[in-house]
């Protein structure tokens, strides 16, 4: 947490805000370290975000919420990371290098974590594992000598800003089947 606290690997990022400058503070992962299941975004959303050190806090984040409170659970019982540990500027995507000197960061979180389950939020996380995996299917992956489940699905921002509305209930409503059949 320390290192990907105080990492300044991209130029320009990892700073605080100033009256010229967005903020882009790093943030590591959050929740039960010893949860079975890991979520897996693709960068921080914003002052939000920074300011709670939560990835998925407000905006998006309130679907994510819905559909862990649906499981009667609550957000710190589960282990929510990003691919890239801090907030672009301007909401951009996050570039090619950014996710290449944050993947040492994730890759640490993995082992050390455990998972028995991997649900991964939108195209860069489902990258990290298989680019040619589709959103919105599952699959097993072998890592660490562990067969693990692994979610590829859409974005929460995807659902939220740039799908039909009535797609929102649904996808609440699969989140919350997948985090509900392995959170017992």
Not at 96 to 106: D, F, G, I, P, S
Not at 115 to 140: M, S, W, Y
């Amino acid at each position: 947490n320390e290192r990907i606290r105080h990492c300044h690997l991209c130029e320009g990022l990892n700073q605080q805000a100033s009256q010229d400058v967005e903020a882009t503070l790093n943030a590591p992962g959050y929740g039960d370290v010893n949860s079975k299941i890991l979520i897996i975004g693709q960068s921080l959303c914003g002052d939000p975000c920074i300011n709670s050190q939560i990835p998925f806090t407000e905006g998006c984040g309130d679907l994510l919420d819905e559909a862990i409170d649906k499981c009667g659970d609550r957000k710190n019982q589960m282990y929510i990371t990003n691919v890239v540990k801090r907030h672009p500027p301007n909401n951009r995507a996050s570039k090619a290098h950014e996710k290449k000197n944050c993947r040492e960061h994730l890759v640490q979180e993995l082992m050390f974590l455990s998972p028995n389950v991997i649900i991964c939020l939108g195209g860069d996380a489902r990258d990290h594992f298989d680019k040619n995996a589709k959103l919105q299917t599952n699959d097993e992956i072998l890592f660490n000598k562990r067969l693990i489940n692994i979610h590829y699905l859409y974005h929460p921002s995807y659902i939220d800003n740039y799908s039909a509305k009535e797609k929102r209930q649904p996808y609440i409503e699969m989140l919350a089947d997948i985090i509900g059949q392995h959170h017992a």
